[in-house]
């Protein structure tokens, strides 16, 4: 009912800026919550920043660094990365989940997931 598509990843140096979008096309009326995810190989796939009406929430190792946005007219979730570090090196996803009483950053809470953006930072 919901598709998602992730674009706007690639390199950047450490220290540089990237903003990641999501569109989303079908039922996004009814869409409550909406995340990012990331996954470096070998590594389970870690709740980056999750938007719930007017709440945000992040993950330790990105507050401050990292802004979550919606653009509700346009059906388009964002991810604004700043002073980027190698360790953010992953493929970015977007997810998304009709009903989000909890659980933000947990991979189980979401239904609706994009293919992925790969974001590669160099030192």
């Known amino acids: 009912q919901v598709q998602l598509v992730e674009s706007g990843g690639g390199s950047v140096q450490a220290g540089g800026s990237l903003r990641l979008s999501c569109a989303a096309s079908?039922?996004?009326?009814?869409?409550?919550?909406m995340a990012w995810f990331r996954q470096a190989p070998g590594k389970e796939r870690e709740g980056v920043a999750s938007?719930?009406?007017?709440?945000?929430f992040y993950a330790d190792s990105v507050k401050d660094r990292f802004t979550i946005s919606r653009d509700n007219a346009e059906n388009t979730l964002y991810l604004q990365m700043n002073i980027m570090k190698p360790e953010d090196t992953a493929t970015y996803y977007c997810?998304?989940?009709?009903?989000?009483?909890?659980?933000?950053?947990?991979?189980?809470?979401?239904?609706?997931w994009g293919q992925g953006t790969q974001v590669t930072v160099s030192s």
């Open positions: 079908g039922r996004t009326f009814s869409i409550y919550c």
């Open positions: 997810a998304a989940v009709p009903f989000c009483p909890g659980g933000y950053l947990q991979r189980t809470t979401y239904n609706f």
């Open positions: 938007i719930a009406l007017s709440s945000a």
